[in-house]
């Protein structure tokens, strides 16, 4: 897997000019721009990743998507169920009620 950072919400602090705020543009395939890494890979497999740009200078970096979490009550309702076909009565695994 890529060492992409975890998304750091809607106000990321950038690394080149210090500004609190960035754009977050949702990205599915290809080419991953200048990181903090500083690599650039081009790939034309799925790599999936939220590509934030900062508001004051343009600078851009990848961060991961953020993992659906369970919701409980109706699978259908949860976004991390789709897909996993839940069997009848299609009741969500979590969160767990303290
Ligand atoms: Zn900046
Ligand atoms: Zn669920």
């Known amino acids: 897997m890529s060492s992409v950072p975890p998304y750091s919400?809607?106000?990321p602090t950038c690394i080149k000019c210090?500004?609190?705020?960035a754009r977050t543009e949702y990205l599915a395939y290809g080419e991953t721009?200048?990181?903090l890494t500083g690599n650039v890979t081009i790939s034309f497999a799925p790599n999936e990743r939220l590509q934030r740009e900062c508001q004051r200078?343009?600078?851009?970096w990848d961060e991961a998507i953020v993992e659906p979490v369970h919701q409980g009550g109706n699978a259908e309702d949860c976004?991390?169920?789709k897909g996993t076909n839940p069997d009848y009565p299609f009741i969500c695994p979590g969160p767990e009620t303290p």
């Open 9 to 11: 919400g809607d106000e």
């Open 18 to 21: 210090g500004n609190a705020g």
């Open 33 to 35: 721009v200048p990181g």
């Open 57 to 60: 200078c343009g600078f851009q």
């Open 79 to 81: 976004q991390a169920c």
